[in-house]
């Protein structure tokens, strides 16, 4: 199985900057992808990293917020852009394999925004 | 569009076996996953199926699914305190890899 590492594992942050979270696997991958989960609230996709192209955003989310890059098949960064408190959540990376089965997460950023 | 849902709790004694039930509404859903999320963690993926099995047990784990009524289930027998925490049902519904999750369903273990 894939082995997930991101970092930071949390921060606080001022309101108006910028965070990256970055997301690196052990091993080759074909999808990555990038979630939030907000205080008590379930996971929802943010984007899909494509490899070498610009992510796929889901509704809701545009590139100037979350910008997302993903030089190469074991490598991903998210940057939340000008903070607010309304950002604050934990961000997770997941990858999957070629077989696409097993999805795997990180242990996730926890943000919180002052 | 698709749709998971989850009641929010459940409560058992240790030693008890326990069950978090979850519906969905995407019919073309090839794999569902149980994940479980201790307070402060990430996710732990615990189990998967896949749509053309009814069935699959590992260890204390059964995941039970019904492709006619849209339902999946997952047992943990002789439940620990260890098990306490979040457990988040999704499904695959096509091929972009994306998964779509429960609001999830926080297990208490009373000792």
């Known amino acids: 199985s894939a082995v997930i590492s991101q970092k930071p594992s949390r921060d606080i942050c001022q309101r108006g900057t910028s965070l990256t979270i970055q997301c690196q696997v052990d091993?080759?991958?074909?999808?990555m992808f990038w979630y939030r989960q907000q205080p008590g609230q379930s996971l929802t996709l943010i984007a899909t990293a494509n490899q070498g192209s610009e992510a796929t955003y889901e509704s809701g989310f545009v590139i100037d917020k979350f910008p997302i890059s993903r030089p190469n098949l074991t490598f991903s960064t998210l940057t939340v852009s000008n903070m607010s408190p309304e950002d604050s959540s934990i961000y997770l990376c997941?990858?999957?394999?070629?077989?696409?089965?097993?999805?795997?997460f990180g242990q996730g950023t926890r943000l919180t925004v002052v | 569009g698709e749709d998971v849902e989850q009641s929010l709790f459940l409560s058992v004694r240790e030693g008890d076996s326990s069950v978090i039930n979850c519906t969905y509404t995407d019919s073309s859903s090839t794999y569902l996953y149980w994940y479980k999320q201790e307070p402060g963690a990430g996710l732990q993926l615990l189990t998967y199926i896949f749509s053309n099995m009814d069935m699959k047990q590992d260890q204390r784990l059964t995941v039970l699914l019904n492709k006619k009524d849209k339902h999946l289930s997952l047992r943990i027998a002789d439940t620990q305190t260890g098990d306490s925490a979040i457990y988040f049902c999704?499904?695959?519904?096509?091929?972009?890899?994306?998964?779509?999750f429960g609001q999830g369903t926080t297990l208490q273990v009373k000792p």
């Open positions: 999704a499904e695959m519904g096509d091929n972009t890899g994306k998964l779509i």
């Open positions: 091993s080759q991958v074909t999808m």
């Open positions: 997941s990858a999957e394999e070629g077989t696409k089965t097993e999805a795997f």
